[in-house]
């Protein structure tokens, strides 16, 4: 069984405006993943949309864990905190997420 997270971002001010803005935040993000110690982490992805259909989401994180207790650490790493305080929180329109287990 695994444990996967999917939260979608709709952005708003600066990050709407300026590519470069989600740029840093998704190399923040990648950097995190990779120098983070994170057991039972399986897969990670994040991007912005691609455009091809109107009325999605600007971008969307994709994690795969091997149970919930992964994602728990995950999702209360400090890094992790921090780039959503710095650079996410302020930024977002809407967000949506979902955490499902298979």
Same mark, same amino acid.
């Given at each position: 069984?695994?444990?996967?997270?999917v939260?979608?971002?709709?952005?708003?001010? *600066?990050a $709407?405006?300026?590519?470069?803005?989600?740029d840093?935040? =998704?190399? !923040?993000?990648? /950097?995190?993943?990779?120098?983070a110690d994170?057991?039972?982490?399986?897969?990670?992805?994040?991007?912005?949309?691609a455009?091809?259909?109107?009325?999605?989401? *600007?971008? $969307?994180?994709?994690?795969?864990?091997?149970?919930?207790? =992964?994602? !728990?650490?995950? /999702?209360?790493?400090p890094?992790?905190?921090?780039?959503?305080?710095?650079q996410?929180?302020?930024?977002?329109?809407?967000?949506?997420?979902?955490?499902?287990?298979?």
């Open positions: 069984m695994s444990f996967t997270h939260v979608t971002f709709s952005w708003t001010g *600066d $709407a405006e300026d590519p470069a803005v989600v840093g935040i =998704a190399d !923040a993000l990648r /950097r995190f993943i990779a120098d994170l057991p039972g982490l399986r897969s990670w992805s994040c991007g912005r949309d455009g091809i259909a109107t009325g999605n989401a *600007d971008f $969307a994180v994709l994690g795969v864990f091997d149970d919930v207790d =992964a994602f !728990a650490v995950y /999702r209360d790493h890094e992790h905190r921090r780039i959503i305080t710095e996410i929180a302020h930024r977002v329109g809407q967000r949506t997420a979902v955490q499902f287990a298979e």
